[in-house]
């Protein structure tokens, strides 16, 4: 079998993946189909995992824009006629 140290588990890795045949072993294609099964899900979670990579920058990036256009903005002190906060 094929272990890759030091690196992310890719669908291609598990799909790559070969056993030694023993007698009395397990149904060596009950055990591809499965592999495959785990492979389509790797990728499956690498797509939503990159998904959602992108939108917390888009998300990061957003915020930094906002922060920027309202660094001049200063809350006054409470009670102040222009106060959001009303005692």
Do not use: K
């Not at 499965?34 to 957003?62: G, M, P, V």
């Not at 915020?63 to 309202?70: I, N």
């Amino acid at each position: 079998m094929i272990y890759v140290t030091g690196e992310r588990l890719q669908a291609h890795h598990v799909r790559a993946a070969t056993f030694d045949i023993r007698w009395r072993g397990l149904d060596p294609n009950q055990v591809y189909d499965y592999l495959h099964r785990i492979a389509d899900e790797l990728d499956r979670l690498h797509r939503e995992l990159a998904t959602a990579n992108t939108e917390a920058e888009r998300i990061r990036q957003a915020l930094r824009q906002w922060q920027s256009r309202h660094t001049g903005c200063r809350h006054t002190a409470p009670g102040s006629p222009n106060s959001r906060w009303l005692r």
